[in-house]
């Protein structure tokens, strides 16, 4: 493994961290669905856009990566709502959040499972990789990376209030329409700093903002989503790695167990409520 992130340079201790290395989720990192009260919920999705539920069954661990599955599937949420895909989602609001520091992740987009898509391409389907605070819009959106329309790989960063959202965002030109490299596997990330945030593609900046950064804590999610007209099902986003790094050279550290930075001492219930989520195409789920 690196010994800090891949792109910027500096000094950086590792803070979080999960390799899928394991046989299945790990439930002391992620809750497996949308922000409910136990791991084995099937829950409605983030948005009105998605047309699918998330179920836990659908996030598994297999040879060193999480395979998060949308499928067509009719299901029923904990709370009675139907839906007739299924999807796959995982979060850590209640095991881990933090504030500041190099969120990164390598993730193979859709079509991961064969000729769904034109090589190269995410799919139809919303796959995601954000930083979420607990009050939304209040508390910020870092959407890392995400699958948008016409296959176009994109970061977004949402915040302000319900009566006044703002948002700012970016498609880099060399992905649009058609990732660099013909597909395959790609590192996304955010170096999260004090009043400003850097995405980074593949080690690559591709944007940045200073526009009302967040300062609260953020907890992570990784999903594949069934959203907006077009659908493929099924389809498979694989994630090698989850990482969170905090740089060393600026005399900014976490201590375990604060609302700054919670590392993996156990699970710490925090009277979690849902939350919805604001896209540019979406509006938040009833």
């Known amino acids: 493994m690196r010994a800090g992130p891949l792109g910027p340079d500096g000094a950086w201790s590792l803070a979080w961290r999960d390799e899928f290395s394991g046989r299945s989720v790990d439930l002391d990192r992620w809750r497996p ?12 999705p983030i948005n009105r856009a998605e047309q699918s539920c998330y179920d836990p069954a659908n996030a598994t661990v297999k040879n060193g990566t999480l395979r998060l599955k949308a499928e ?5 949420t904990h709370d009675g709502r139907s839906y007739d895909y299924t999807s796959a989602l995982v979060e850590s609001a209640h095991d881990y959040r933090f504030t ?10 859709p079509p991961s499972d064969g000729t ?8 139809p389907n919303w796959g995601v990789f954000l930083l979420n605070g607990r009050q939304h819009p209040d508390d910020g959106e870092i959407d890392v990376m995400e699958c948008l329309s016409d296959d176009d790989v994109s970061w977004h960063y949402h915040h302000g209030t319900d009566a006044d959202p703002r948002g700012v965002g970016g498609y880099p030109p060399a992905w649009r329409g058609d990732m660099p490299g013909s597909g395959g596997w790609h590192t996304f990330a955010v170096d999260w700093q004090p009043g400003r945030l850097v995405f980074y593609y ?3 900046p591709v944007g940045s903002t200073e526009a009302g950064v967040t300062d609260r804590p953020h907890y992570l999610i990784a999903a594949l989503a069934v959203s907006g007209s077009a659908v493929a099902a099924p389809q498979t986003m694989q994630v090698d790695y989850i990482r969170v790094w905090k740089r060393t050279d600026l005399g900014r550290t976490e201590q375990p167990g604060t609302e ?14 849902e939350q ?11």
């Open 260 to 273: 700054q930075g919670r590392t993996e001492q156990g699970r710490t219930e925090q009277g979690r409520t």
């Open 72 to 76: 067509r599937r009719p299901c029923r």
């Open 202 to 204: 593949d080690g690559v």
């Open 100 to 109: 500041y520091g190099f969120a990164e992740a390598r993730i193979k987009l």
């Open 116 to 123: 769904l898509a034109p090589a190269g391409s995410c799919g």
């Open 276 to 286: 919805g989520r604001t896209d540019l195409a979406a509006a938040p789920a009833d």
């Open 33 to 44: 669905n949308w922000l409910a009260d136990t791991d084995t919920a099937v829950t409605k």
